[in-house]
């Protein structure tokens, strides 16, 4: 299946606002120059056939570009699409929009940046080597149990209550209960009620995040003193 690259899709954006608004190739080029880019009437044309990348600046100005036209705010972000995946050529993989975003926005990431195929390789080479320093002795099953776990409601609102990342939440109930946040607090609402409320599920998902939360500290503490120990480095 093939699927657009993000300068791709970029292009796309630019070509139909243009033709929206009934403006020419050289108008945009125009309005990017007086952003501070050196852009000519080939450029834009280049850049709506997909045959160029975009640089971060460029990306900036393009937004910029699309606020000024269209009089309704737009980020560097919303030159995404709203969903679905993206082409990464330089890893031949497909990167998963919402997690990009995600990454973007520097959000906890609920899943791998790419797909299945390639999601793990990708988040042991950008992230293996920290979860390694926080959890001693990390198994590749755990970490990709981890990628699993860390997806679920509970354990990104624990992350974000805790400041860490989802996988550091995913890693530490599993070494504590033997199962992820979501599935322990499922096990003791069975035992207390046979129809819980939502009351009664954020009661017994804040009594485990603070059961949870000294095993992940105390792993947020080990990266700080490795990055210390190394320099800043980690």
Do not use: C
Not at 181 to 206: C, D, W
């Amino acid at each position: 299946m093939t699927r657009p690259t993000a300068d791709q899709h970029i292009g796309q954006l630019i070509k139909q606002l243009r033709r929206s608004y009934r403006l020419r190739q050289s108008d945009i080029a125009e309005m990017a120059n007086h952003g501070g880019l050196d852009w000519t009437q080939s450029t834009v044309a280049i850049l709506e056939a997909g045959k160029r990348q975009i640089t971060f600046m460029e990306a900036i100005v393009i937004a910029a570009v699309i606020t000024a036209t269209t009089d309704r705010h737009h980020s560097v972000i919303d030159l995404l699409p709203a969903d679905g995946w993206l082409d990464m050529p330089a890893d031949g993989a497909h990167g998963n929009v919402k997690h990009l975003r995600q990454a973007a926005l520097g959000e906890a990431i609920d899943g791998p940046l790419t797909d299945a195929r390639y999601g793990f390789q990708v988040a042991v080479r950008f992230g293996r080597k920290r979860f390694d320093a926080k959890w001693p002795e990390l198994t590749n099953d755990e970490f990709e149990t981890a990628e699993q776990d860390a997806a679920e409601e509970a354990e990104q609102k624990a992350a974000r209550k805790l400041d860490v990342h989802a996988y550091d939440i995913a890693i530490g109930a599993r070494r504590l209960w033997g199962k992820s946040l979501t599935e322990e607090r499922e096990s003791v609402l069975a035992t207390r009620e046979s129809r819980p409320s939502p009351q009664a599920r954020g009661h017994i998902t804040r009594l485990l995040i603070d059961e949870l939360t000294p095993s992940v500290l105390r792993a947020q503490e080990r990266i700080e003193a490795d990055s210390e120990t190394n320099g800043g480095e980690s």
